[in-house]
């Protein structure tokens, strides 16, 4: 069965405080890893989908790298209103649904 | 600007009475998705279709919950009857397939409270 695990359950940073989040998974065979940003009261949002060990996208302060068993979301130089839960999904071979973490939920203070 | 669309945003009702919830898919999408959100669990899926035929229902508990697309604009999910552990919030999500890829992109919710 597909696992994801992601760590730490929350994390408090200060305006400019690089950091790092991550998703280990275990799948039978991996199709994608996505990353989302959910904000209160809101649907989760996309941010990227990595397919293969060792890519690496980035959007802003946003960079996303995998492994074979865990990708990482580094943030850089965060802003308060990067506070969020950030949400890991994976699918498997053979299957269209994604499975997700349980996030880790983001406060960056100014 | 494309999104996923769903009604209502939210929802009060007694425990027995049945709940629809509306999902407008994006244009040309071809795969909708069914989640619900809880604090203990996370966002866990109920049931997918693919070019309107589900393909899975195993989260769904069979007794009391049913999705449906009638058209390839919408989607519904009913409980009936419905139950308090039913709160929640649901989420509807759909993409495109293409070459095995999937980009879920989700609405904004109904949250549902059954008192």
Same mark, same amino acid.
């Given at each position: ?5 992601? %760590? ?14 991550? #998703?280990?998974?275990?799948? %039978?065979? +991996?199709?994608? =890893? ?5 904000? $209160? ?8 989908? =990595? ?14 790298? +995998? ?10 130089? @965060?802003?308060?209103?990067? %506070?969020?839960?950030?949400? #890991? ?10 499975? &997700?973490?349980?996030?880790?939920? =983001? +406060?960056?203070? $100014? | ?15 027995? *009475? ?30 997918? &279709?693919?070019?309107?035929?589900? =393909?899975?229902?195993?989260?769904? @508990? ?7 697309? $009638?058209?390839?604009? +919408? ?5 009936? $009857? ?9 989420? #509807?999500?759909?993409?495109? /397939?293409?070459?095995? *890829?999937?980009?879920? &992109? &989700? ?7 059954? /008192?």
């Amino acid at each position: 069965e597909d696992q994801v695990t992601q %760590s730490p359950e929350a994390l408090r940073l200060q305006e400019g405080e690089s950091s790092s989040l991550n #998703c280990s998974y275990t799948v %039978s065979g +991996l199709r994608g =890893l996505f990353w989302y940003r959910q904000d $209160p009261g809101k649907g989760p949002e996309f941010l990227f989908t =990595l397919y293969s060990a060792g890519e690496e996208k980035e959007k802003e302060r946003l960079k996303a790298t +995998l492994t074979k068993k865990e990708s990482f979301l580094h943030i850089t130089a @965060p802003k308060p209103e990067d %506070s969020a839960t950030y949400l #890991c999904a994976v699918r498997s071979t053979g299957f269209q649904k994604l499975v &997700f973490g349980t996030g880790t939920r =983001l +406060l960056v203070s $100014p | 600007d494309a999104r996923v669309t769903q009604t209502p945003r939210h929802k009060v009702t007694e425990m027995g *009475q049945e709940v629809t919830m509306r999902c407008q898919p994006i244009l040309g999408h071809n795969t909708v998705f069914w989640y619900r959100q809880t604090m203990m669990q996370g966002l866990e899926l109920l049931a997918y &279709f693919r070019n309107r035929a589900p =393909l899975d229902d195993s989260g769904m @508990p069979k007794d009391r919950f049913s999705a449906e697309m $009638p058209d390839a604009t +919408l989607a519904t999910l009913k409980i009936q $009857p419905s139950e308090p552990r039913d709160s929640a919030v649901y989420f #509807c999500a759909s993409g495109l /397939v293409t070459g095995g *890829q999937t980009e879920a &992109f &989700f609405g904004q919710g109904t949250r549902l409270t059954v /008192v």
